[in-house]
């Protein structure tokens, strides 16, 4: 999908990842949507039992942009698919 077929929604964040142009929103279906698929708080992403900061694993982040992204026919694997590519164009996952 090129960036003059994107219709842009409101309350969205454009994001360019791996070749596809994603629409973010994190409204409260989104949160109980992508919580549910992890089995655990957005916020026990990035914080450990004792409070200390962690990095959490790619997968779940990934996880985390399918539930967010509001641009339509959009799947797990081509979500890995992007990923993959933006790796291999010499971006890091930090």
């Known amino acids: ?7 842009k929604m409101p309350n969205t964040k454009q994001f360019e990842f791996g070749g596809l142009n994603l629409q973010l929103r994190l409204d409260g279906k989104s949160i ?8 655990e708080s957005l916020m026990g992403l990035f914080v450990n039992g ?12 990934l996880l985390v942009l399918q539930g967010a992204n509001q641009t339509s026919r959009v799947s797990d ?14 971006n890091t996952t930090f």
């Open 50 to 61: 004792q409070g200390g900061f962690k990095l959490p694993a790619t997968n779940k982040l």
């Open 1 to 7: 999908m090129t960036k003059g077929n994107i219709v």
């Open 77 to 90: 694997s081509d979500l890995v698919n992007a990923f993959e590519r933006f790796v291999e164009a010499g």
């Open 32 to 39: 109980i949507a992508i919580e549910k698929r992890l089995d």
